[in-house]
């Protein structure tokens, strides 16, 4: 077991030193999850806010659509956007395959169902009390909206760093649409699995640790948010 | 002859006529007739689901009737509840607070009303009401204790001075401070602005100080009323 100490050491050296190979991929992997991010959120919030506070016609049907679509493998949707992106494909001609915005296309797919269901369920269950403050207050139409948004607006940003860990953890669709280029689409996870298919276990623990502490810093903010939104 | 009546300002506050009120298909309210003066707060009191909470929901057109009428000021209200919500407000039994300073939750009303001139005034004069200090607008709704968050919640009615305040069990779970507060604000808010308090209460105590007419409730109909 020696080799996986060892490993770890010299892991922490490679943060420590600032070592190239490693902090492009935490760079890349910033950049592709700030994309994907920007995208999902745009989209999502609104989405979601639709979805859980206005009543139409095939809203459950919608709802459970959303539901299941949390649950998609990484790798389908890496199939579906790789056809999609490739030559042969309808999106064929914008050289999306390979690129930060085509794996950040994947990640949104992945990423959008889990902020639409989230804000839908926040918006869905406010409080009753709530929605009798605000009219009771004399609130109405887009300032009801609104402010019933603005309310629930702790729980969104749960749903965007549930969202954020999924697409900073994944694996499937930054291999197969990024194709885990060195110093261009090579992101923590795929490095981390290309490097211990080598056997180079200190790189591939190198990244795991910063993987690690980006995931804690998050939850530690989470946690601070969720100490706010208990009162 | 009501608009009449309305002119000369003798039309009641409000004029309920086979008011049934449910919640899904189950009535759990019925009031034949009932006029509701504006001359002086009105109790209604009876016993925990007489169905007090859903008549002043009702009152606050918050809950549309499942059958009957209320007319409000002499006017009939229906289709008009956006509008009369503006006149009317409801101090829930378990108040609650938006989420943000209380300078914002007090404010919130009038920048609803588009009433935002005047409005750091407004907001003080409502949180002096209560017996809160100008700058307590600052404090985040998280660092309330339970009685402070009270007085915010009726402050935030009060700063939008509206014709009607309806209280539901102003007093549960209160201390003796804030019961003569409420008490107090109740008479003042009347006096300055002629601000109609329609109290839910079980404590019939506290309210032979407050006010002298009573309806008492039962089993979602009036059983009696007392001048
Ligand atoms: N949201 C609700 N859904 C269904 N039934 C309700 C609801 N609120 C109150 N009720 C029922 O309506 C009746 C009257 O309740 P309520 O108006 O709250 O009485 P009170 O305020 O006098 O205690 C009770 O039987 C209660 O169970
Ligand atoms: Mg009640």
Known sequence: MSYLSEGFIQGLGLIFTMNEEVWTAVITTLKLSFLSMAVTLALGIPGGFILGYFSFPGRRILRIMVDTLLSIPTVVVGLFVYAFISNRGPLGGYSLLFSIPGMAIGQTILALPIVVALTASAVESVDDRLRLT??????????????????????????AVTAYGRVTAEVGVSMMIGGNIKWHTRTITTAITLETGKGEFSTGIALGVLLLGLSFVLNWSLAALRRRTAS | MMRQAQKNGTAPLYEIRDLVCAYGDEPVLHIDRLDISSDGPTAFVGHNGSGKSTLLKALAFLLKPAAGTIRFLGEPTEEREGELRREVTLLLQEPYLLRRSVFE?????????????????????????????????????????????????????????????????PTANVDEENALLMARVIGEAREKWGTVSLIASHDIQWLDGVCGRRILMRRGKIESISA
């Open chain 2, 105 to 169: 939750n007090v404010a919130y009303g009038l920048r609803a009303r588009g009433a935002t001139d005047r409005l750091v005034e407004r907001v003080a004069e409502a949180l002096q009401m209560v017996g809160l200090p100008p700058d307590f607008g600052k404090r985040e709704w998280f660092r309330l204790s339970g009685g402070e968050s009270r007085r915010v919640a009726l402050a935030s009615r009060l700063a939008l001075r509206t014709k009607v305040l309806l209280l539901d069990e």
């Open chain 1, 134 to 159: 605000l009219l009771t207050l004399g609130a109405r139409g887009k300032r009801l909206a609104l402010s019933t948004l603005w309310e629930s607006r702790h729980q969104i940003l749960l749903a």
